[in-house]
């Protein structure tokens, strides 16, 4: 017998009626010599299956990341809970029967899990069950946690950013980040300062090459330029800066 049964004594020699769980450690009024035999139903006693179900998870969150979402979650503080199982849909959140089950956390110890592989933009609801260890299970009600994965990671900035002044222009040249979700470069100029996001100042040029000269500038004046790479979403690398003042003749 195990601690998920509880043993209901129907008759004993005071004619009280009892209810003793073999999980508890007060067996004070309780003596039967034949506590834990495999016949003590023929003794007038009978098994009673533990029927409810442990207290729900009591935090769970969901956190999305590029192409990802990262669970954590706490213990209901159940004596015979075995562990929590986690399921997953695309259309709303997940019952015991439906969506996919993703985690069965009862050899965990971080209580987090990474749902890797998911798709950009795309909401992901989740179900969290706890359940105990009596014969089949028996599962708590749901807590809930949804989240959208994004890319909010930008390239990295473009290396070696240089201006140098002409007659009547600015060559520009730089290198491109490695990144894969590399896309291209945003090119500002401004004659007050360093433009210091990808919409400030002027719009000078956007491409995915490593130089380019910008012409029709007016000799003896300084001009400032900020480029930023960035990727598909688009997300927008800091800035590379340079300035150069094209000389009078």
């Given at each position: 017998?195990?601690?998920?049964?509880?043993v209901?004594?129907?008759?004993?020699?005071?004619?009280?009626?009892?209810?003793?769980?073999?999980?508890?450690?007060?067996?004070?009024?309780?003596?039967?010599?034949?506590?834990?035999?495999?016949t003590?139903?023929?003794?007038?006693?009978?098994?009673?299956?533990?029927?409810?179900?442990p207290?729900?998870?009591?935090?769970?969150?969901?956190?999305?990341?590029?192409?990802?979402?990262?669970?954590?979650?706490?213990?209901?503080?159940?004596?015979?809970?075995?562990?929590?199982?986690?399921?997953?849909?695309?259309?709303?959140?997940?019952?015991?029967?439906?969506?996919?089950?993703i985690?069965?956390?009862?050899?965990?110890?971080?209580?987090?899990?990474?749902?890797t592989?998911?798709?950009?933009?795309?909401?992901?609801?989740?179900?969290?069950?706890?359940?105990?260890?009596?014969?089949?299970?028996?599962?708590?009600?749901?807590?809930?946690?949804?989240?959208?994965?994004?890319?909010?990671?930008?390239?990295?900035?473009?290396?070696?950013?240089t201006?140098?002044?002409?007659?009547?222009?600015v060559?520009?040249s730089?290198?491109?980040?490695?990144?894969?979700?590399?896309?291209?470069?945003?090119?500002?100029?401004?004659?007050?300062?360093?433009p210091?996001?990808?919409?400030?100042?002027?719009?000078?040029?956007?491409?995915?090459?490593?130089?380019?000269?910008?012409?029709?500038?007016?000799?003896?004046?300084?001009?400032?330029?900020?480029?930023?790479?960035?990727?598909?979403?688009?997300n927008?690398?800091?800035?590379?800066?340079?300035?150069?003042?094209?000389?009078?003749?």
């Open positions: 017998m195990t601690a998920d049964h509880l209901q004594k129907t008759e004993w020699s005071n004619g009280n009626h009892v209810i003793v769980n073999f999980g508890d450690t007060d067996y004070t009024d309780y003596t039967d010599p034949d506590y834990g035999n495999a003590i139903p023929s003794h007038g006693y009978e098994m009673l299956p533990d029927t409810t179900g207290a729900p998870v009591p935090t769970f969150t969901a956190t999305a990341g590029d192409t990802q979402v990262t669970l954590t979650w706490t213990h209901p503080p159940d004596g015979d809970l075995v562990g929590v199982k986690i399921r997953r849909s695309t259309n709303t959140y997940p019952t015991l029967t439906t969506g996919t089950e985690h069965d956390d009862k050899e965990d110890v971080d209580l987090t899990y990474v749902d592989g998911r798709e950009n933009g795309r909401t992901y609801y989740y179900s969290a069950f706890a359940y105990d260890g009596a014969g089949t299970s028996n599962y708590s009600t749901s807590t809930t946690a949804s989240a959208t994965p994004a890319d909010v990671t930008p390239p990295a900035p473009v290396t070696g950013f201006a140098t002044g002409g007659n009547h222009k060559d520009l730089w290198t491109n980040p490695s990144d894969s979700d590399f896309v291209e470069v945003e090119i500002r100029r401004s004659t007050q300062g360093f210091a996001t990808p919409t400030s100042g002027n719009h000078v040029y956007n491409c995915a090459c490593q130089s380019y000269q910008d012409t029709g500038r007016t000799n003896g004046t300084t001009y400032y330029y900020s480029i930023f790479a960035r990727d598909e979403v688009p927008y690398s800091t800035a590379a800066t340079d300035s150069a003042t094209p000389p009078n003749p």
